[in-house]
């Protein structure tokens, strides 16, 4: 079956010349054969000039270029590019580290194929993919995986049901190794420290691998202080808080499942740690429990996925860190994060500015934070940058 052409209209070509991946529904000017949720088209101009290869989609995003050249992918095409993005693990040293067995192996945007995430925990692949597009060619991947990894792969695992959001899609193993066994509760090293992660029953694809590098700053301003880790899911920052010195660690979640989970990683690494751990809204916890602290994370999941809840996101935003303004010691530190794509930087700051007026504190950056490098951004797609944070002193 051949590729179907989509025309751009006139002068839309330029945004793909400046190698940003997404067209969007009003650029193009004519779509050959009426292409599927999903489906493969190759991008012209009028002039029939290549533009790109990429997943059509009926969304406003109507399609996701994988190739700034017109291009039939097959087999070896999506090997190539995952063996790519393997090699980058590699040379930056994280691919066969003796203290990190947890990555990202596949960013999407950021690694040259939209809508693919592959998180890699020590041996077993986890896919999640966010388009029509990539689930089609989920078994693909997976062969691309074992064509690359071969015997450091165990298993790989598709999480696209929750990502996809659509009936239908069923998480399930695409391939198990002679000796895999999915029953067995799985440790992953980070850094050096032990967490416990369940990928069918977790959130995401089971753990939180954006915040490594943010972890490993925090130990460094832990030592001798009482640290409070909100939205603590498996306990990370905490893990890493106690292990620096801290005198004390309060882990709070909603998820009664993630603080046990937090206090199972924490006992992973640590012999009689003082931490206390709260399965609460962390909004209901900072009314209830009038404690003050010496070093504050606020790691909220995404307020906002889509434009349309932008707004009440930025006012989420200001609220929760008036609160941490309001309890932490003078002299203290705030780790704030956002991981709302659609919040860019400077709104999540604006918010931040307002808490710490709000609160009547004196605040100031010490560090901004992002992504690991297993996160890569392309440079042309900022909206990749979905992680931003800040480290906040406050007089
Ligand atoms: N900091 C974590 C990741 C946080 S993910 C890490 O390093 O791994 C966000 C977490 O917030 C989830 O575990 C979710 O259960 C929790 N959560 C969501 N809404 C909450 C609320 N209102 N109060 C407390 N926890 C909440």
């Known amino acids: 079956m051949s590729i179907k052409q989509i025309i751009l209209k006139h002068g839309k070509e330029e945004a793909l010349k400046r190698r940003h991946p997404w067209i969007f529904s009003g650029a ?8 599927d949720n999903g489906e493969i088209v190759h991008v012209v101009t009028g002039k029939n000039e290549p533009l790109g290869t990429g997943f059509y989609s009926r969304g406003s995003i109507a399609i996701r270029l994988f190739e700034f050249d017109v291009v039939d992918p097959t087999a070896k095409y999506w090997s190539a590019k995952i063996g790519k993005a ?3 693990r590699k040379s930056i040293g994280l691919y066969g580290s003796k203290v990190t067995n947890v990555f990202r192996l596949f960013n999407a945007e950021g690694d040259g194929i939209p809508g693919l995430i592959i998180d890699f925990y020590n041996g077993v692949a986890v ?5 029509h597009g990539t689930y089609a060619l989920r078994n693909e991947f997976a062969e691309a995986l074992k064509d690359n990894l071969g015997k450091d792969l165990k298993a790989v695992y598709d999480k696209s049901a929750e990502s996809l959001g659509e009936e239908g899609a069923e998480n399930s193993y695409l391939y198990q190794a002679k000796g895999f066994n999915p029953e067995e509760v799985q440790t992953v090293t980070e850094n050096g420290f032990q967490f416990a992660i369940d990928w069918v029953s977790g959130q995401k694809t089971g753990f939180f691998i954006d915040q490594r590098d943010n972890r490993k700053l925090l130990g460094e301003y832990s030592k001798g202080k009482k640290v409070l880790n909100t939205f603590c899911y498996t306990g990370g920052f905490s893990v890493y808080a106690l292990a620096a010195g801290a005198t004390l660690v309060h882990s709070v979640d909603s998820s009664l499942k993630a603080v046990e989970l937090a206090d199972h990683n924490v006992e992973l690494n640590l012999k009689d740690a003082n931490h206390e751990s709260f399965s609460d809204d962390v909004f209901s916890f900072f009314k209830n429990y009038p404690e003050t602290y010496d070093v504050i994370v606020l790691d909220p999941p995404a307020f906002a996925k889509h434009m349309n809840a ?5 006012i989420a935003y200001k609220r ?8 932490v010691n003078k002299g203290g530190i705030v780790f704030s994060f956002s991981c709302s794509g659609v919040v860019t930087r400077e709104l999540f700051e604006g918010a931040v500015t307002a808490a710490a007026i709000e609160a009547g504190r004196n605040v100031r950056v010490l560090t901004r934070l992002g992504q690991p490098a297993c996160h890569p951004v392309s440079i042309f797609h900022s909206e990749g940058e979905y992680l931003k944070g800040l480290v906040l002193y406050v007089e």
């Open 86 to 88: 393997i090699d980058f």
């Open 28 to 35: 193009i000017f004519k779509a050959e054969g009426n292409p």
């Open 127 to 131: 896919i999640q993919c966010h388009t």
């Open 310 to 314: 932008r707004h009440s996101a930025i």
């Open 320 to 327: 929760l860190n008036t609160e941490a303004f309001k309890r």
